[in-house]
């Protein structure tokens, strides 16, 4: 496997001005509750989608926490402090005014990459809702709770039958729709919105199978497809320091079965996500398990 050197540029936002249209395949990691794994199931994407050759634009839209930025930040200094070279990606926080200024970094950023990530805060924010109503993927990730289902959609206390739509699903009901109707006008990509349960749970099997009829129940209505997930592993909050992650298999030491079944999980999340294919290195080759 032949890793392509990590190109980590920090760029601030550009100046206002009409964006052309970005060609990168959007994806958008998005839902209004903060602690769900965004930030980390981002990263690991992206850099899984490095290692297969793909180049890589990230945006963190979060200026407070701006995890997204800070791990990939921390990535690039491992690489000066220890003299390597890691698939990446080039990243940057939006710290704009307006939709207008999201809209011209999305294009400068992306500009001849295959892939443009996007990392939204865990709260109702306008610039997260615009970069999700204009993802090409849109990943929501849930917590595998009732209460992070509730982001999403209501359910009766007694049956646990879907009762109505958040205002979230409604929102990208209605720009699936109209993305529907630009992709035969405008040639667009459709809009596939994937939710993904992270964090599963294996011992409470009675409130599983409830999420599981609630979230099959609410997809046929909405049309989302619904992807596993990350598991709660105390190696993700190791590896934020450093920058590393799961597939930087010769910077990590011996690695043990935990982490293993982990890499297990992502190469499951890659499949669920069915993004655009690349010439290059396999994705299973970048996930071998050895």
């Known amino acids: 496997m032949q890793a392509l050197p990590c190109r980590v540029t920090a760029i601030n936002p550009c100046k206002k001005q009409t964006a052309n249209p970005v060609s990168a395949h959007r994806i958008v990691f998005a839902n209004e509750k903060g602690g769900t794994g965004k930030s980390t199931t981002a990263v690991h994407v992206a850099v899984a989608l ?9 945006i963190d839209l979060d200026q407070r926490q701006r995890t997204l930025y800070r791990y990939l930040e921390n990535r690039a200094e491992t690489e000066r402090r220890r003299g390597i070279a890691l698939p990446g990606a080039r990243f940057a926080v939006f710290e704009g005014p307006d939709i207008a200024d999201l809209d011209a970094l999305c294009a400068e950023i992306s500009d001849g990459y295959d892939f443009l990530i996007i990392d939204t805060p865990g709260r109702n924010d306008e610039f997260a809702l615009h970069a999700a109503t ?3 993927t849109l990943v929501t990730p849930l917590n595998d709770s009732f209460v992070d289902f509730d982001l999403i959609g209501q359910v009766e206390g007694e049956t646990f039958r ?17 993305r529907a109707r630009a ?4 040639q ?13 749970q294996h011992v409470e099997a009675r409130n599983m199978r409830r999420l599981d009829g609630a979230l099959k129940e609410l997809s046929q209505r909405v049309g989302f497809r619904v992807a596993s997930g990350l598991s709660e592993r105390v190696i993700y909050r190791e ?3 450093s920058g590393l992650t799961l597939l930087d298999k010769g910077q990590l030491g011996e690695l043990g079965t935990s ?4 890499r297990q999980e992502l190469r499951s999340l890659l499949a669920g996500l069915n993004l655009p294919k690349l010439a290059g290195t396999p994705l299973e080759a970048a996930l071998a398990i050895q």
Request: hydrophobic share 45%; charged share 30%.
């Open 50 to 58: 490095a290692y297969q050759g793909a180049r890589v634009a990230a």
């Open 134 to 136: 204009c993802s090409d």
């Open 162 to 178: 879907v009762k109505k739509l958040s205002f979230y699903a409604e929102t990208i009901w209605e720009a699936r729709k109209k």
């Open 183 to 186: 992709t035969i006008e405008e």
């Open 188 to 200: 667009r990509r459709e809009l596939d919105w994937v939710v993904v349960r992270n964090r599963l």
């Open 239 to 241: 590896l934020f320091p």
């Open 259 to 262: 982490h293993l079944v982990a």
